[in-house]
């Protein structure tokens, strides 16, 4: 079990994996990632630059799900 | 072919090398280029549980040579004539078509994988409620464009705490964000605490008290001298994710 080590005495943290302050959403969105189920036929590469364009923030995948018929890319820039 | 996939949005890309390490799941079909016994299969499949040798493909985005994979656990699940599907978990970096090709190599007539899906990413499973697809994400983002509801949005979209909560924790004073996000290491005097998991000259995530990651650091000491230090360094700065905080930015 995880559990906090104090450098100094008299502080009380919580541990929680998401941000205790929920921020706006456009920098929500900035700071946010997505589980994608990706359909069959287009590549990695290709959803990543189709919500890239629909979202219209700069988007990234990861990792290739299988290379076939696609010069794999890891990251798109706008 | 299909499966799960994680789609990094604005910041969040600067993480894109940490977690291509992540492990995956697979489920995967494969048709032998003859008919074999199902005993012979299973004892050939057996063979490939541990480190493998494995060349990338020619078209790979990765140099053509030979490396070591480990593959976790392989399991056959099915077998209908020359078709079979199988499980396999496997180390970051496995090329799965070549796995298919490989073991019909070796036994000895060929095979080829006709069908693949990713079920798992690290801590992330196909089985999470938080999963979209494509028609989901645009709907959701549609929604909040259109009429102004994040509601559906949030639900799909998570925050990087969640994505880099595998790393160990450096919790900071907020006197300490500024420096940190504009070059600075972090020093003792900043840091508040560090979860038990925090080893020497590993990565870490650099967080504020309320949680959220302004940087990705590497540790330069261990938990114990931590808790004796008053002073000197404690973590170099790698990334800076986040200059815009929600809070603790009135500094």
Redesign the interface.
Known sequence: MRSLIYREKGYKLRLLNKPLVKREILEHLNLSFCLLDKPRGPTSHEVAAWIKKIFEIPTAHSGTLDNTGEIPLCQVYL | ?????????????KV?DL??K?D?EYICEMQLHDFVSESKIIEVFNKFIGDIYQKP?L???VKKSPRIRRIYSIEVLDIVKRNILFKAKVQ?GT???KLCFDIGEILGCGAHMTE?R?TK?GP?S?D?E?????HE??GA?KE?KNNKN?KY??A????????L?FLPKI?IKDTAIFSITHGSYVA?PG????????KMNSYVTINT?????IAIGISTVD?SK??K?DKGMVAKIDKV??F?Q??GSGI
């Open positions: 072919m299909s499966g799960l996939l994680i789609i990094l949005f604005g910041k969040t890309r894109s977690i291509s992540f995956k493909p078209r790979a985005a970051a090329y799965i078509r693949l990713r990413i992330f196909e999470d938080r999963v979209a697809t494509l994400l645009v983002y909040w994040e949005l949030r799909f979209t998570l925050p990087i705490e969640e994505l909560d919790y003792a840091v508040i605490a560090a979860t038990n998991d925090l008290e309320r949680n959220e990651i938990l931590l808790q230090m994710i986040s815009t929600t809070a």
